[in-house]
């Protein structure tokens, strides 16, 4: 009788101790490591800038912050990577996760990647929803709970250190700095155009900390071309040049312009009626492109990062530099030059954005993207965008990133909205910018000083 009253407590003693003896996934490492998280990520952030209406400078700074905060965040994990900490301007050494412990870093990345993200925003409750939805899926992987919260509390920790060295890029003195000033007296100055006759977007921008580059005059720009109101003149010809192409458009040229219109916040007039379209910016555009030619290529999900860190860096900077230009040379765009010494009934294809013409900002930011994923991905990778498809466009195939930037510039002659000289003058300046992100910010670790050859 004591003998079964004993097996009796012996088996109500294990089945009382079991939960606290649970079994957690070992492989939890390898399943966290799906660049889908990265990817959904980076595709809220551009629906929210989208729906909030971010201009597209900002917009690049809310891209820029995001993905390197989950990067830094995830980089312990993947030691052939190195911090970019030292490389971007005023980054200073990024908190490091405690030595000894385990660590789920892809949950930290995205941790990190969606505060900072989330602070940057309006909307931030739509950040939240994907948040707690990605991270059911961390807790469905059944890691330890110490090594979850210690993720988390890296990727917050990640996160502020990022979040503090945003409020030192001038960001908020630029919000309250003085509107721009038009000039009435000079013909050859910017001017407000129609339907909406806006104020002049970000002028300010220039003075935005940069974050690969120097300084906003680091990367030489040309020149305009000399104004002239003379008809035989060679700035009068690239206007003219503009007025016919857009009156005799082909339908491709039209399917071209429109693609890469990419205006965050567009207006249709139809008599009292306005109707504003919401667009994905230039910025978003090659973001998009960057996670499908991480996608194509089978990128884990710290080579995505990796890729989006390039990317988003390429970008911002070619903002501040194409900004600085285009507020220091202040010049009239097309279509006011046109409907006052042309044709006054003239308008151009898409509509034209509130700023100075001269660089095409689209042009500068696309080839400087371009060549970043050039770097990464080679000269001839082949890729199909299908961005614009929500937008009711069909996809878009090019042989390489270079051939989409070229197509870029040219969308901006077609659409009527720049000069050729403009989109010209854009693209080699992004090129160049790219190429000295290329140069200067290094992800990699040098293999030789690991190995101490």
């Known amino acids: 009788m004591h003998f079964k009253l004993h097996c009796f407590l012996t088996a109500l003693l294990v089945l009382l101790l079991q939960p606290s003896c649970k079994q957690y996934n070992t492989d939890y490492a390898a399943q ?116 979850y919260e210690r993720s988390m509390a890296h990727g ?40 909406m006759y806006g104020d002049a977007l970000e002028p300010h921008w220039n003075s935005m900390r940069t974050w690969v580059l120097d300084s906003c005059r680091q990367i030489p720009v040309d020149p305009p071309v000399a104004f002239s109101r003379e008809k035989g003149s060679d700035f009068y010809k690239q206007a003219y040049q503009v007025y016919d192409i857009v009156n005799n458009l082909t ?50 999900m710290m080579e995505s990062a990796e890729t989006y860190v390039h990317t988003a860096c390429a970008l911002a900077d070619a903002f501040i530099v194409c900004w600085e230009e285009k507020y220091r040379t202040n010049l009239i765009r097309p279509e006011s030059y046109i409907n006052e010494l042309i044709d006054p009934e003239w308008a151009p294809v898409i509509q034209t954005p509130p700023f100075p013409e001269h660089t095409s900002g689209h042009s500068t930011v696309s080839a400087a993207a371009a060549a970043v994923l050039t770097n990464l991905y080679g000269p001839n990778f082949a890729f199909t965008d ?54 200067k910010l290094k992800t990699r670790v040098d293999k030789g000083a690991v190995e101490g050859k």
């Open 32 to 147: 966290a490591n799906n660049p889908a998280f990265m990817h959904d990520g980076v595709r809220r952030i551009t629906d929210i800038i989208r729906y909030d209406i971010f201009a597209p400078p900002i917009a690049s700074r809310i891209y820029a912050y995001s993905v390197i905060a989950g990067y830094e965040a995830m980089r312990p994990g993947f030691p052939e990577y190195q911090t970019l900490a030292g490389q971007l301007n005023g980054l200073k050494p990024v908190p490091a996760p405690e030595v000894g412990k385990d660590y789920c870093f892809p949950l930290a990345g995205v941790q990190a990647m969606l505060i900072v993200s989330k602070t940057l925003v309006f909307s931030e409750g739509n950040i939240e929803d994907l948040k707690e939805d990605i991270l059911e899926k961390f807790k469905a992987m059944n890691m330890p709970p110490d090594v």
């Open 156 to 195: 917050e920790l990640v996160a502020k250190h990022i979040l503090a060295w945003s409020k030192t890029d001038n960001y908020a003195q630029t919000r309250s700095a003085p509107k721009f000033t038009i000039d009435t007296k000079e013909p050859s100055r910017w001017r407000p155009t129609p339907p």
């Open 386 to 439: 299908s961005t614009e498809v929500e937008f009711g466009l069909p996809t878009r195939s090019f042989k390489s990133f270079e051939e989409a930037a070229l197509e870029v510039g040219m969308s901006r002659l077609y659409g009527g909205i720049h000069y050729m000289h403009g989109n010209q003058a854009g693209t080699k300046c992004g090129m160049e910018i790219g190429n000295f992100v290329v140069k």
């Open 251 to 300: 339908p491709e040229q039209e399917a071209i312009a429109w693609y890469w219109d990419d205006n965050p916040f567009a207006v249709e007039v139809s008599g009292h009626l306005s109707i504003g379209k919401k667009k994905i910016s230039p910025g978003g555009h090659w973001m998009a492109i960057a996670g499908y030619a991480s996608k194509k290529a089978g990128s884990d």
